[in-house]
């Protein structure tokens, strides 16, 4: 029994979203760790695309630029394919989300608490999903077309698709969330049972694969959204 | 105890998603050998329906853990 009770406190302890530290303005901001490691990405991303696009010219490129070419054009095709020709405007954002994402679920690796493990922001990610897919759609339509567009195809289904304004962000930001949890509980799990050797292969797994596969399932279904709300 | 068994039962709902996934893989399989031209195609619509099929498996894992911490 004690094995299960220092395994459940364990897990409390990693739900519960702490206070890294606060700022002494207005009675004290609490920044949540999640905060925290989220600034942290930002500063490593930013640094990053600062170095990665010095000296960048037009005739003879270095093979650094032609792979940071193929990547984002790569990347840039891929989301063109999905959104559909009137939604590339929404790209810049797509890839946005995919690379923070990305680097959020394998930000485990280096010792920092995911910030995709705090639920607050993957609620926060889905919000602005949704906002930005009903924005689309009131700006492809107009606000009396995208009112319409509930009853389509036919009007007795309007409720459904009502509905379907609260299920998509909740699926996403639960779908999110749970798979970067349960992978955790059960790497916890297994460090539990085997300490040495077995949690490496487990860990490309559930760290590195399944972080990437939700980052990416996460853009894809908001541009797939996005993608039927102006077509 | 019965939290814990309340939260064994959650977790059965992995049973459909498991069902769900073999099944979109089977024929994604079959697709694949019938069609190789048409990889790409196919496994973006199998990684997308495998996430909506997952998803249920994940609600009853969330629900489990809820019901484990919260009601403990």
Same mark, same amino acid.
């Given at each position: 029994m004690s094995i299960t009770d220092e395994l459940v406190k364990n897990l409390l302890e990693e739900l519960n979203c702490e206070t890294a530290f606060t700022i002494p303005l207005f009675g004290g901001i609490e920044v949540s760790e999640s905060v925290a490691v989220t600034w942290i990405i930002m500063a490593v991303m930013t640094i990053a695309a600062?170095?990665?696009?010095?000296?960048?010219?037009?005739?003879?490129?270095?093979?650094?630029?032609?792979?940071?070419?193929?990547?984002?054009?790569?990347?840039?095709?891929?989301?063109?394919?999905?959104?559909?020709?009137?939604?590339?405007?929404?790209?810049?954002?797509?890839?946005?989300?995919?690379?923070?994402?990305?680097?959020?679920?394998?930000?485990?690796?280096?010792?920092?608490?995911?910030?995709?493990?705090?639920?607050?922001?993957?609620?926060?990610?889905?919000?602005?999903?949704?906002?930005?897919?009903?924005?689309?759609?009131?700006?492809?339509?107009?606000?009396?077309?995208?009112?319409?567009?509930?009853?389509?195809?036919?009007?007795?289904?309007a409720p459904i698709n009502v509905l379907e304004l609260f299920i998509r962000p909740l699926s996403l930001c639960m779908r999110l969330f749970g798979n970067v949890l349960g992978g955790f509980v059960v790497m916890e799990l297994i460090k539990l049972l085997v300490p040495v050797f077995v949690p490496i292969a487990f860990s490309c797994y559930f760290d590195i694969f399944d972080g990437l596969i939700q980052a990416y399932v996460f853009v894809f279904l908001t541009s797939l959204f996005i993608k039927e709300a102006i077509d | 105890m019965f939290t814990a068994i309340g939260a064994g039962i959650a977790v059965l709902t992995g049973v459909g998603a498991g069902i769900g996934i073999g099944l979109a893989t089977a024929k994604s399989v079959d697709a694949i050998a019938r069609q190789p031209e048409a990889e790409g195609?196919?496994?973006? #619509? @199998?990684?997308?329906?495998? #996430? @909506?099929?997952e998803a249920t498996a994940i609600y009853g894992f969330v629900i489990a853990l809820l019901i484990i911490l919260l009601l403990k």
């Amino acid at each position: 029994m004690s094995i299960t009770d220092e395994l459940v406190k364990n897990l409390l302890e990693e739900l519960n979203c702490e206070t890294a530290f606060t700022i002494p303005l207005f009675g004290g901001i609490e920044v949540s760790e999640s905060v925290a490691v989220t600034w942290i990405i930002m500063a490593v991303m930013t640094i990053a695309a600062i170095c990665l696009v010095r000296n960048l010219k037009v005739s003879n490129p270095g093979k650094k630029q032609l792979i940071l070419e193929t990547a984002i054009g790569g990347i840039y095709n891929f989301f063109e394919d999905t959104i559909g020709e009137h939604g590339k405007r929404y790209i810049p954002y797509m890839m946005t989300v995919l690379l923070y994402l990305g680097v959020a679920n394998l930000i485990g690796l280096f010792g920092f608490k995911p910030p995709t493990k705090d639920l607050n922001v993957t609620v926060a990610l889905a919000l602005m999903s949704i906002v930005l897919i009903e924005y689309s759609g009131i700006h492809q339509r107009g606000l009396k077309g995208w009112i319409k567009n509930f009853a389509q195809p036919v009007a007795i289904i309007a409720p459904i698709n009502v509905l379907e304004l609260f299920i998509r962000p909740l699926s996403l930001c639960m779908r999110l969330f749970g798979n970067v949890l349960g992978g955790f509980v059960v790497m916890e799990l297994i460090k539990l049972l085997v300490p040495v050797f077995v949690p490496i292969a487990f860990s490309c797994y559930f760290d590195i694969f399944d972080g990437l596969i939700q980052a990416y399932v996460f853009v894809f279904l908001t541009s797939l959204f996005i993608k039927e709300a102006i077509d | 105890m019965f939290t814990a068994i309340g939260a064994g039962i959650a977790v059965l709902t992995g049973v459909g998603a498991g069902i769900g996934i073999g099944l979109a893989t089977a024929k994604s399989v079959d697709a694949i050998a019938r069609q190789p031209e048409a990889e790409g195609k196919i496994s973006k #619509a @199998l990684l997308l329906g495998s #996430a @909506l099929a997952e998803a249920t498996a994940i609600y009853g894992f969330v629900i489990a853990l809820l019901i484990i911490l919260l009601l403990k």
